[in-house]
């Protein structure tokens, strides 16, 4: 698989899907997706009544999931969640407001990519209308419109960047007159 215009970032999930055999949109529409990747990663995983989080207790991770959601919101969560076992350490509340503030930018960030993996959008045909194209994500990969929005959003100007970037190159080395 072709990464070579993958952040760091998208490496890392693709890196995680692939550890799964997870290729394609259509693998990640199943039930047991949360504990496949949950046991994968050994990190244990309940189900209760109160806001999401994550947690490690001894070297035992944890990630507590409100049940009272949607199975799409529910999925999302995990993302966030596993981000910070995954990228961050120590008790955030006991962190400044700043940096607290920015691991919760971080987790967001990583969900965004991990619920609607990069190597995947790259390789599907969008519809040309936006709320067309937002559907389709939101169908395919089992996510809320409002987080396929931002998703497309973000992955429409990541192509923007991507284009210049190459458009740029090709002038600098004369490929373009």
């Known amino acids: 698989m072709n990464t070579s215009y993958l952040s760091s970032l998208e490496e890392k999930v693709c890196s995680i899907y692939q550890s799964l055999k997870i290729l394609e949109p259509a693998q990640i529409y199943h039930v047991d997706l949360i504990e496949d990747f949950s046991t994968m990663l050994n990190i244990k ?10 947690n490690n207790l001894g070297g035992d991770y944890r990630i507590f999931l409100n049940q009272n959601q949607s199975k799409q919101a529910i999925w999302q969560d995990f993302a966030h969640e596993l981000a910070h076992i995954l990228r961050h350490e120590g008790y955030q509340w006991s ?26 959008l790259n390789h599907l045909e969008l519809p040309q209308l936006k709320k067309e194209a937002v559907g389709l994500i939101a169908t395919l990969f089992n996510v809320e419109h409002t987080f396929a929005d931002v998703r497309l959003e973000k992955w429409l100007l990541n192509q923007k960047v991507l284009y210049l970037d190459r458009l740029q190159n090709n002038i600098i080395e004369g490929k373009v007159e």
Do not use: G, L
């Open 45 to 54: 995983i309940y189900y209760f009544d109160e806001p999401s989080e994550a």
């Open 95 to 120: 962190m400044n407001k700043p940096f607290r503030e920015y691991q919760e930018w971080q987790a967001e960030q990583f969900a965004f990519h991990f619920c609607v993996p990069t190597f995947m």
